[in-house]
Structure formats: C-alpha cells, structure tokens
C-alpha cells in the first residue's frame, strides 16, 4: 500500500520560504496526481496544489497561487511544494496526498507543521 510522509515544515517569519517533501514508500509515485493539503485550527482541510502524474497539469489555489510551486521527482518518488512569501494565514498543518477528485484519495499521515509568524 502506497505511503506518504511529509517533512520540511518549521517556523519561518512573514516573507520567508520553506520546502516541503513528500516521499512515498511501498509503492512508486508515478502512477499517481499528488496533492498538498493544508488544515489550520477551526478550519477545514483544503487542497491547496495537485500535480499529475505525468507532471503536465498542476493546480494551486487562489489563495497560494504565484507564491507557491509544486514539483515532482518520480526517480526519487519525492513531490515537493516550495512555498515562497509566507503569510501568517498559511499557518497549518500540510498533508500530501492522491487525489481522487478534489480530495485525497488514501489515509491522512501526520502531515508537517508550518507555522508563519513574527
């Protein structure tokens, strides 16, 4: 069954820049659109990025568009999001996942914790 682990979130200033990755394991990525999802306190879980898997259509929201990019490594079985010029309103907990539809298409892991503030 495919697995997917998140890492790179931290605490960053307003205007700052993280990397996130999301590495699968007991199967390979390449077969799969990926997407990145954020949950913050009291709200809902949002898509906010989805990449397919020939790497030829990619979807940000409107709130992360032109700040974030998401990319994917299939060699690596890696999807990144870099995400550039941070506001506090992307505080959250980020998830990667398959996408079926607008929604994540497996189980939710512990996702990483992106915390934006000065």
């Known amino acids: 069954q495919l697995q997917l682990v998140e890492s790179g979130g931290g605490l960053v200033q307003p205007g700052g820049s993280l990397t996130l990755s999301c590495i699968a394991s007991?199967?390979?990525?390449?077969?799969?659109?990926i997407g990145w999802f954020r949950q913050a306190p009291g709200k809902e879980r949002e898509g906010v990025s989805c990449?397919?898997?020939?790497?030829?259509?990619?979807y940000y929201s409107d709130s992360v568009k032109g700040r974030f990019t998401i990319s994917r490594d299939n060699a690596k079985n890696t999807v990144y999001l870099q995400m550039n010029s941070l506001k506090p309103e992307d505080t959250a907990i980020y998830y990667c996942?398959?996408?079926?539809?607008?929604?994540?298409?497996?189980?939710w892991g512990q996702g990483t914790q992106v915390t934006v503030s000065s």
């Open positions: 996942n398959t996408v079926d539809g607008r929604q994540g298409g497996g189980p």
């Open positions: 007991g199967s390979t990525l390449d077969n799969y659109t």
């Open positions: 990449v397919s898997s020939r790497d030829d259509y990619t």
